[in-house]
């Protein structure tokens, strides 16, 4: 489906761009981090311990005082801990290690993100395409529709819906993990928590920006000749659609849905860092984690943050890429992440 | 062969001029930067304009005509730049303002516009030289009333004009705190209300019924023709001395366009002014201009009098051209298809030969090394770079056909339509780059 | 069509489109599972209680009946009274609505202040350093989680060098400005832009960042345009190529891309509010939302889509007005 001129145009674009190369890198990096986080990871990452709490991270010393009363006089007593690289980001006020949790984390960041841009895409192009194709009726009712969701901001209604699924079977479902099914590793996590509400959330509330391009799209190319030509010819709308107008919109679909699977990951962090996600085990959520030990361990809430801004960066410079070679025009037509 | 109207022929004999060019362009070279390599867009370009001609440049599609006007007027952005050769420009006045701040640049009456700064540069534009464009409803902008487009150029010509001793641009500066100003205080604004009423009045000159009101709409509600003739009242807001005609009528009905050409020639004469217009339309060549340019892959292949060009051509390539017109005043006469392809003007795909050799079907064996610019026989202005002019054409040292690449030039043109005929309809400059 | 039937269409459209919003909005609270009777009464109550708490919040009456009374309770600006907290939602909402307003005002201000500059910057010196600064800048921006940034602003100004306030808003701007007037007394003031720096950077950073982005390509665009070659060749001054001609015509565009956008504003807004403890209407939602009380997250739901929809006419009437091209059809 993908003609010649456009692979020429992704090729030498990257082999143009510094930006493209440097986005794909990263992206390559999170992706593979997320795929084997059971071989990389030192530590189980919701392996509790209280001695080991509040490390900081490898090469990295920190002093806390503390006030403690000997022989009825108060003194201070300065506690050194240094890190090591038994834990390289140093360790949770529970005694996790966060290197392992970063890399477990990317795993439900990535799921949520892919998850929820397939499930908006599903959504969107449907309704998309259909208005623009039919017209008429179908397209303003559809259309209006889309205005009223647009009036919603992202997160607001994505917080409204998770009250859906807040409580049922459904909020978050235990995927086991093959590596360790398979006795490929063990100390790791038997299953991962993915969190199959907040996906399907996160997909409805972005469903309207391939809803407005899969339509301007379908008006279009609508009134191309040789869909005119398919139609006389017979060919039933069904597959008019599916042969003519999806293949040939697909290219601001795909662009759009690389800058949506970055807003969606920003989406999914905002709603963890607010534990509405149902998961434990994301970026979002240890920032939370972490905010409240800002005075004494600023490790917590920053390492997962930065984990989130290199796999987002990443992503959108893939976004970039794709758009400036691709060129279909689109430029701020997204949701934005927050 | 066509002839020349006579009436033409006679005054050029007689404008055999004594009289100091007003415009010399010597070895002139602008390149682009692309990320393809280096483009030679205009390749060492020496002219002569003279006060009050019609001086024309023709040629193909891609073939510099352009960027030459752009260079002249210093309009080149990054990845262009000019990067050699003098543009002498002969302006009394203007050379003793900037003759204390740059002495090297001044020769006499002359100016060296290429060793000015650019700001100092920019206080030409408008006043001395100015330009209208091929495509008239892209060259204006679409947000602002036709009139008050006008009337910033009588203002950039007024603010000009009320202090010609200081160049800098201090004059005719107009910093961000200004029109921050402007856009709170409406006296502030750049455009004062009597530049405002010039712009009606000029609109009226070129022929714009109801100007008062047309001045007031916008781009989009005029049309083509209108709008041409609202670019060319901007373009003479500033009563310029040059006027740089990019393809003036190429995007017009065939009918209007002979409107616009005659309101050309009209407000020459009113005014005196210098025209160099630029064209794809050897008809257009033959109705207005004095003298005329051949332009082939960024240079001056040949040029003189019409008469010269147009009755004894030297160039392989001009004598390409005018081909087989039947009727040169018609307006409809067009470039002559060649076969073959304007070269890419790539640096490193040029070589050291005659640019035009490949298609060239009189290509010997010195045209192998580039030639030289050389004088024809006619007015004193006729020269060509082609080694026709001073040897015969003689089989014995032709090259192959297939000299360059097998069948090549033959291929391409079966391909893809010869340059020339696309640039008929409304050719744009993106289409070129 | 003239100026003032436009403005009245798009007026008739958002009225549609808010009664959208209410219908969605209170379809939403019908469909999520949970019965709201469950935290109101307490939790050894009989069914008789629970009846009787039913029976008060109104849920007794079929869903139709509970819809129309609300939407024309709504009209009468009635929404209901929290579960939770005996007041009406609507005094609730509005008292928080101020906060949240002030917010997304001075980071829109932020964002436009920076944004506008570094963007025309990036453009007219493309492939320069200050380029590559701006453009680097605005990627990491668009791609931070603004409540990231946040806590970064606190660990690093709050914490580390123990400047500015983290949390609450003692005083808003309008009592501020009122204890300057009327008391000559600044401190009002300067307590009030001491609270707000750190979240409307917070805030703002995405936008700028957006901004930036989206003016540079736009400018770009529009500098390769014809017009601007003409508008230079007649000899007007840079400065106003630049932004009389080439930056007001790149804005046409963004205008709507920024109307489009504010419910992203909203969004971080929420969650912006929530990591500086700010009492707007994004703590009240979220508090809601954790408690199900219905009657604010419905108002409050409401409240911003109707924000949305009125900024969005006034955001077409400018768009009508700066493009010359759209006769308000
Ligand atoms: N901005 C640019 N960047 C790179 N190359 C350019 C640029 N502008 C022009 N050129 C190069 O300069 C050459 C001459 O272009 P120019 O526009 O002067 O042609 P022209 O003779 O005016 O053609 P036309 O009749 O189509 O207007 C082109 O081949 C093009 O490759
Ligand atoms: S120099 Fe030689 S190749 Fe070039 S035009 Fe003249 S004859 Fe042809
Ligand atoms: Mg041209």
């Known amino acids: ?18 930006m493209a190369k440097i986005g794909l890198v990263l992206v390559l990096v999170v992706l593979l981090t997320a795929i084997f986080a059971p071989f990389i990871a030192p530590h189980d990452p919701t392996q ?70 397939a499930v908006a895409v599903g959504t969107g192009v449907g309704v998309g395409l259909v208005a623009g194709y039919f017209g008429g009726r179908v397209d303003d009712g559809l259309m209006r529709f889309a205005d009223i969701m647009l009036a919603f901001p992202a997160l607001v209604l994505a917080l409204a819906l998770v009250g859906f699924f807040r409580g049922s079977d459904y909020q978050a479902i235990a995927i086991p993990d093959p590596f360790v099914r398979a006795g490929l590793v063990d100390g790791m996590p038997e299953s991962f928590v993915f969190p199959l509400g907040l996906t399907v959330v996160v997909g409805i509330v972005n469903w309207v920006w391939f809803a407005r391009i899969s339509r301007g799209e379908a008006l279009s190319i609508r009134q191309e000749e040789y869909v005119k030509a398919a139609k006389s010819l017979g060919a039933s709308d069904w597959t008019i659609l599916r042969q003519h107008v999806l293949p040939n919109s697909l290219t601001p679909i795909i662009v759009l849905a690389t800058i949506q699977v970055a807003a969606i990951i920003l989406l999914e962090s905002s709603l963890s860092f607010l534990g509405f ?39 959108n410079l893939l976004g970039d890429w794709l758009r400036d070679a691709l060129d279909p025009g689109l430029e701020g037509e997204h949701g934005g992440g927050m | 062969m066509p002839s020349i109207p006579d009436s033409r022929a006679n005054t050029e004999g007689g404008c055999e001029m004594i009289q100091k060019p007003l415009l010399r362009v010597r070895d002139l070279e602008t390149r682009f930067f692309t990320e393809e390599g280096q483009v030679n867009a205009v390749e060492k370009l020496t002219l002569d304009i003279h006060d009050g001609e019609v001086f024309g440049i023709v040629g193909e599609s891609g073939s510099g005509k352009s960027v030459t006007a752009r260079s002249v007027l210093g309009l080149l952005e990054s990845p262009g730049r000019v990067t050699g050769g003098e543009l002498w420009y002969r302006d009394e006045t203007f050379a003793d303002t900037v003759r204390a701040d740059h002495p090297d640049a001044v020769d006499g009456d002359y100016v060296d516009l290429e060793s000015l700064p650019s700001n100092v540069r920019r206080t030409l534009r408008g006043t001395h030289f100015s330009m209208i464009f091929q495509d008239p409803m892209s060259s204006l902008n679409p947000s602002i009333p036709v009139g008050e487009q006008i009337a910033e150029a009588v203002e950039a010509q007024r603010r000009a004009r009320a202090n010609p001793r200081s160049v800098a641009s201090r004059t005719q500066g107009y910093g961000l705190s200004q029109y921050l100003m402007s856009t709170v205080m409406g006296s502030r604004k750049y455009v004062k209300s009597e530049s405002l009423e010039r712009a009606v009045e000029l609109l009226e000159l070129v022929g714009i019924p109801d100007a008062p009101l047309r001045a007031k709409e916008y781009p989009h509600e005029y049309s083509g023709g209108m709008l041409q003739r609202a670019m060319i009242a901007q373009a003479l807001a500033g009563e310029p001395k040059v006027l740089i005609a990019d393809e003036p ?68 390539y001009t004598q390409g051209l005018l081909g087989s017109i039947p009727d040169l005043e018609g307006i ?63 089989e014995a040292r032709a090259l192959d056909a297939d000299y360059f690449g097998s069948a090549e030039p033959l291929e391409d043109a079966a391909d893809e339509p010869v340059e020339p005929a696309r640039s008929d309809g409304g050719n744009t400059e993106e289409d070129s780059r | 069509m003239s100026q003032y039937q436009f403005i009245l269409r798009r ?130 921006g668009i791609s931070t989680p603004n409540f990231w940034l946040g806590i970064m602003l606190i660990l690093l100004v709050s914490v580390g060098l123990g400047i500015l306030p983290t949390s609450r808003r003692p005083i808003g701007f309008v009592p501020a400005m009122e204890m300057f007037i009327f008391q000559l007394e600044i401190q009002g003031i300067r307590t009030w832009i001491a ?14 960042a957006m901004i930036v982005r989206l003016t540079r390509s736009g400018m770009l665009d529009e500098l390769g345009k014809s017009y601007v070659l003409a508008t230079r060749a007649k000899g007007v001054p840079e400065t106003l190529v630049r932004y009389k001609h080439v930056l007001r015509n790149t804005m046409i565009p963004i205008i709507t891309v920024l109307g489009l956008q504010l419910g992203t504003l909203i969004g971080g807004a929420v969650i912006t509010e929530f990591v500086f403890n700010w009492p707007g209407l994004g703590t009240l939602i979220i508090n809601a939302i954790d408690v199900r009380d219905w009657p ?26 700066l493009n010359p091209k759209v006769s308000y059809e």
């Open chain 1, 1 to 18: 489906m993908i003609s010649d001129r456009v692979k020429q145009s992704l090729k030498r674009e990257f082999s143009r761009s510094v």
């Open chain 1, 48 to 117: 509790q311990g209280l001695e080991e709490s509040n490390i900081p991270p490898a090469g990295v010393t920190y002093t806390t005082e503390e006030f403690q009363m000997v022989d009825g006089e108060r003194q201070t007593v300065e506690t050194e801990t240094r890190g090591s690289l038994d834990h390289p980001f140093g360790t949770d006020a529970l005694g996790r290690d966060l290197f392992s949790r970063v890399l477990f984390g990317a795993r439900t960041s990535l799921l949520v993100g892919l998850g929820g841009t």
């Open chain 1, 277 to 315: 996600s149902g998961t434990t085990l994301s970026w979002g959520f240890d920032i939370a984690q972490g905010r409240d030990y800002l005075g004494t361990s600023w490790w917590i809430a920053s390492i997962p943050g930065l984990a989130i801004v290199v796999t987002v960066v990443g992503i």
């Open chain 2, 249 to 316: 009528t190429t995007a017009l009905d065939v009918t209007i366009q002979a409107q616009i050409l005659d309101l050309l020639t009209e407000l020459q004469e009113e005014t005196g002014m210098t025209i160099l217009l630029i064209t794809h339309n050897l008809g257009v060549v033959a109705r207005m201009c004095d003298r005329v340019g051949v332009m082939y892959a960024g240079e001056i292949v040949e040029r003189g009098t019409l008469a010269d060009v147009f009755d004894d051509p030297v160039h392989p």
């Open chain 2, 332 to 394: 409809g006469a067009r470039l002559q298809p060649i076969p073959g392809n304007v070269p890419s003007l790539l640096d490193h795909e040029m070589g050291g030969r005659c640019y035009f050799a490949d298609r060239c079907p009189k290509a010997m064996e010195e045209c192998l090394e580039h030639p030289p610019e050389f004088d024809v026989d006619g007015s004193s202005h006729h020269a060509t770079r082609c080694y026709l002019a001073e040897t015969t054409y003689s």
């Open chain 3, 11 to 140: 007026l008739l459209q958002g009225i549609l489109v808010i009664w959208g919003v209410v219908t969605l909005v209170f379809l939403l609270r019908y469909m999520t599972p949970g019965n709201p009777v469950d935290f109101v009464a307490p939790l050894d109550a009989g069914q008789e209680t629970r009846d009787q708490v039913a029976a008060d919040l109104g849920l007794d009456q079929p869903v139709y009946v509970q819809y129309f009374d609300y939407l024309f309770g709504l009209i009468q600006g009635d929404m209901g009274y929290s579960f939770i907290r005996s007041q009406p939602a609507s005094s609730i909402i509005f008292a928080r609505l101020p906060a949240t307003i002030e917010l997304a005002l001075a980071a829109t201000i932020v964002a436009i202040i920076f944004s506008i500059p570094l963007g025309v910057i990036s453009a007219t010196r493309r492939h320069e350093p200050a380029d590559y600064a701006a453009t680097s800048f605005s990627l990491v």
């Open chain 3, 195 to 208: 609270h707000m720096i750190l979240p409307a950077v917070t805030l703002g950073t995405y936008f700028t």
């Open chain 3, 296 to 321: 604010i997250i419905q108002g409050s739901l409401i409240v911003i889509g109707v924000g949305f929809v009125i900024i969005n006419i006034a955001v077409d009437a400018l768009y009508a007005k």
